[in-house]
């Protein structure tokens, strides 16, 4: 069935350094990948998307990068602050269909 | 900033009763979703919801649930005979026209 791998499921990293979470998804007619960011108690928040037809996006100190051949796609944070420290998931899904979500990743930022 | 809002934030309930859990997704969007994450777990898809009908549901979504959009504007997940393993936090997400789904705060279902 359709399923989405995340790694590491923990990562911890200093303050100003940076953190690569990667994703693996199986369904080859994925086509859109959210990053969602999951603070304590709350709902998932859209942090940044791609869509099939590009191949990296950047959003000020966030970027994702997608390799369809291999159906990887990774979510890159530079210069991580403290508020950076929550759970990030990512997902994969095919137009609005369902999103099949990853396991998570706990990032903790250390000042 | 319009966002998908959810009530209650807390539902606690016995075992064997019924709860509706509500959502009021962004106004002007078409596609509807619940998703349930059992707690340190991943996002689940529970159904998702287009055009007053369900459009896909998942295994989890068994005889016991239900969905609703009884107005223009609420949406509701309905569990008939609650479980114990029914415990988790339900997100409603909405979407309009493109694939970004949005999710609300959340529900936690406790059963005891």
């Known amino acids: 069935g359709e399923n989405v791998e995340q790694h590491p499921s923990t990562l911890s990293v200093q303050e100003g350094d940076s953190a690569v979470i990667k994703c693996t998804y199986s369904?080859?007619?994925?086509?859109?990948f959210p990053w969602y960011k999951q603070e304590l108690g709350k709902g998932p928040q859209l942090i940044i998307d791609?869509?099939?037809?590009?191949g990296e996006k950047k959003d000020q100190r966030i970027a994702v990068t997608l390799n369809k051949t291999a159906k990887h796609f990774s979510l890159h944070i530079t210069e991580t602050q403290p508020e950076d420290s929550a759970v990030y998931f990512c997902?994969?899904?095919?137009?609005?269909?369902?999103?099949?979500f990853g396991t998570g990743t706990r990032l903790q930022v250390f000042p | 900033e319009p966002e998908v809002t959810q009530t209650p934030s807390h539902q606690v309930t016995q075992m064997g009763q019924e709860v509706i859990l509500r959502c009021v997704p962004i106004?002007?969007?078409?596609?509807f979703y619940w998703y349930r994450q059992i707690l340190g777990q991943k996002v689940e898809f529970l159904v998702s919801?287009?055009?007053?009908?369900?459009?896909?549901k998942s295994e989890i979504f068994d005889d016991q649930f239900s969905v609703e959009r009884p107005d223009g504007s609420n949406f509701t997940l309905k569990i008939r005979s609650t479980k114990l393993e029914d415990s988790a936090m339900y997100f409603c997400?909405?979407?309009?026209?493109?694939?970004?789904?949005?999710f609300g705060p959340g529900t936690r279902l406790t059963v005891l």
């Open positions: 997400a909405s979407t309009g026209y493109t694939d970004t789904q949005y």
């Open positions: 369904d080859s007619a994925s086509n859109y």
């Open positions: 791609i869509r099939s037809n590009v």
């Open positions: 997902a994969a899904s095919t137009y609005t269909d369902k999103l099949i």
């Open positions: 106004s002007n969007h078409l596609y």
């Open positions: 919801f287009y055009n007053n009908e369900i459009s896909e």
